[in-house]
């Protein structure tokens, strides 16, 4: 993708795509706005930070909290991704709804969203027939545990890379057997869901494995818990943490970054780039004045 917004650099930077979190949900970690202009405000403000992708959810997959009834989840999803159609138009960004919920899906499709997001692994069966005669990309997601539910230590699977590409695959198999198209399909390896940390750390340093499938991958590493864990923070302090993940992992353009902060990892891949030498800057790049010292409080 293509990062512009006062950026001192020329030409492109070859980064993967950034889904930006924007949660209808009071009880997410990320402390969503729900009124809808603050949401339209604030998609605007991801969309200059480099994100292309706005993934807009109405329940929270903590397991500290009850399920919610479909027509509250919807209730708070939809509105939200109706209005950032209405204000991006049908040639903006992708909207994704983030649920595992086949009736919210179809609502939330309804009302403009491209992507559907199941965090579940397609646990409902009808969201299959929401992504087949719809026609939108669906997120084929490896967890094992249902719904805001944390597995056991004794529940959870000998080796997460095998069984999850045994997964995966039966998953895609579904669908295409439904009349999805592959060209539809994202697959995400699923980090915390369903995992231990060491878990989730096994699966990321075998993300090459998810490359089998032939699909762009999606991450969503953005706050946690296998960060928090390994440097004991709260999901509010695990932005350098993400970048060290970032750092070693070897993602394509057509990947996408599920993240609560896209300028900062935005930023991320705009200095990688730089010193890597993939993009130049300009002979006669300059600070601006206003930017030399941090503003008086």
Same mark, same amino acid.
Do not use: C, W
């Given at each position: 993708m293509s990062v512009e917004r006062r950026l001192g650099v020329v030409g492109p930077v070859r980064m993967p795509r950034l889904m930006a979190v924007?949660?209808? %949900?009071?009880?997410?970690? %990320?402390? /969503?706005?729900? $009124?809808?202009?603050?949401?339209?405000?604030?998609?605007?403000?991801?969309?200059?930070?480099?994100?292309?992708?706005? $993934? !807009?959810?109405? @329940? %929270?997959?903590?397991? *500290? @909290?009850?399920?919610?009834?479909?027509?509250?989840e919807a209730g708070r999803s939809v509105p939200l991704i109706r209005a950032c159609r209405e204000a991006f138009g049908d040639d903006g960004p992708? !909207?994704?709804?983030?649920? +595992?919920?086949?009736? &919210?899906?179809?609502?939330?499709?309804?009302? /403009?969203?491209? !992507?559907?997001n199941d965090p579940s692994g397609l646990r409902d069966p009808a969201l299959v027939e929401v992504v087949a005669s719809t026609g939108v990309k669906v997120v084929?997601? +490896?967890? #094992?545990?249902? =719904?805001?539910?944390r597995l056991a230590p004794g529940d959870?699977?000998? $080796?997460?890379?095998?069984?999850?590409? %045994?997964?995966?695959?039966?998953? !895609?198999? #579904?669908?295409?057997?439904?009349?999805?198209?592959?060209s539809q399909i994202l697959v995400d390896p699923g980090p915390d869901l369903g995992k231990s940390p060491a878990q989730t750390v096994a699966v990321l340093r075998s993300l090459s494995a998810f490359r089998f499938f032939g699909r762009p991958l999606l991450l969503a590493l953005s706050r946690k818990d296998v960060i928090?864990? &390994?440097?004991? #923070? =709260? =999901? /509010?302090?695990?932005?350098?943490?993400? *970048?060290?993940?970032?750092?070693?992992? *070897?993602?394509?353009?057509? *990947?996408?970054?599920?993240?609560?902060?896209?300028?900062?990892?935005?930023?991320? +891949?705009?200095?990688r780039a730089v010193v890597e030498g993939s993009v130049d800057v300009s002979e006669d790049l300059e600070l601006p004045v206003h930017l030399r010292h941090r503003p008086p409080s």
């Open positions: 924007l949660n209808a %949900s009071p009880e997410s970690f %990320s402390g /969503g706005v729900v $009124d809808l202009g603050g949401v339209v405000e604030a998609a605007a403000a991801h969309l200059s930070d480099g994100a292309s992708i706005l $993934d !807009i959810g109405g @329940q %929270s997959l903590r397991t *500290d @909290q009850a399920e919610l009834d479909v027509e509250v992708d !909207i994704s709804v983030d649920t +595992y919920r086949a009736e &919210v899906a179809s609502a939330a499709v309804a009302a /403009g969203a491209t !992507i559907v084929v997601t +490896y967890n #094992r545990a249902r =719904p805001k539910v959870l699977v000998t $080796d997460p890379v095998a069984d999850g590409l %045994s997964v995966v695959a039966e998953r !895609i198999d #579904r669908l295409v057997a439904a009349g999805v198209a592959e928090g864990a &390994v440097l004991s #923070r =709260p =999901p /509010g302090e695990r932005s350098a943490g993400l *970048d060290g993940v970032l750092a070693a992992l *070897d993602l394509d353009a057509d *990947d996408v970054i599920r993240v609560h902060e896209p300028g900062v990892v935005r930023d991320f +891949y705009v200095m």
